[in-house]
């Protein structure tokens, strides 16, 4: 199991969010945390998640994204994926969400390292 690492980095209204490891019930609360913080700030109306170093995500993950997502949008905010692994597209595609969550055209699928 890989450890979930989360950094944040916010400058003018800008937030995005690059996250490393597995996210499951057990890091789930934690990824929540790092991007609540970030759609919480008020000078905050987009959000970049870059997804290209997730080695596993699960349904608990899946929730959290969805929810950030509403979250912004209530906010009239936007939250794009701007890479994703491919355990996070398959994830997607199977609950069928890989249309709905933004993912820029120039979106970059990036191969999770060798364990």
Known sequence: MEPLSVTVTTRSGHAVVRLRGEIDIATADAFRSALDSAVEH???????????????????????LVGVRRAMEDKGGTVRLIRRSPAVERLLSAAGLDERLHVPPSHVKVPVPAA
């Open 42 to 64: 008020p000078a905050v109306s987009s959000l970049d998640l870059d997804l290209g170093r997730v080695s596993f995500i699960d349904c608990s993950g899946l929730r959290v």
